[in-house]
């Protein structure tokens, strides 16, 4: 299975976009998996279902950190190096998907309330929106590293 495969099967198991990204690094970048799940936890549906940056474009910067990041005692240009990938892959998802932010790619669709629940599922946002920001979020790191 490809990376972006793996994301979209972690993504539709129920896991939450950010996780899926994360997780399907873990292997290549030789960290906890499980770990990586948990932190990008709050990430999902535009942070917590307030509908920010995308939750899986959230999981790509956090990819992006785990390779390029600077850790304590390290030199600033890693910094500096991180903020351009992250740049870069937020220029080419907007280029795919119109947007970066969650509530422009689904519509004006409230997660944070039952209605709009119920809106994403009967439009199958799920699957007509979010399914494919995963992949894309993949692909566009695989390219940019």
């Not at 917590?48 to 899986?56: I, Y």
């Not at 907007?94 to 439009?123: V, Y």
């Amino acid at each position: 299975m490809t990376k972006s495969e793996v994301a979209e099967a972690k993504f539709l198991e129920g896991y939450n976009c950010a996780q899926a990204v994360c997780y399907s690094f873990g292997d290549d970048l030789n960290f906890d998996k499980n770990l990586a799940m948990k932190l990008a936890c709050g990430f999902g549906a535009g942070m917590g279902r307030n509908e920010e940056v995308c939750g899986a474009v959230s999981g790509g910067i956090i990819v992006i950190g785990m390779i390029y990041g600077r850790g304590e005692g390290q030199d600033r240009s890693l910094m500096e190096q991180t903020y351009e990938k992250t740049r870069e892959l937020m220029k080419r998802f907007k280029e795919k998907q119109g947007s970066f932010i969650c509530r422009e790619l689904l519509e004006g669709c409230e997660l944070t309330n039952p209605e709009g629940q119920n809106q994403f599922k009967e439009k199958d946002l799920k699957n007509k929106v979010c399914r494919h920001c995963v992949r894309n979020v993949v692909e566009i790191i695989e390219a940019i590293i």
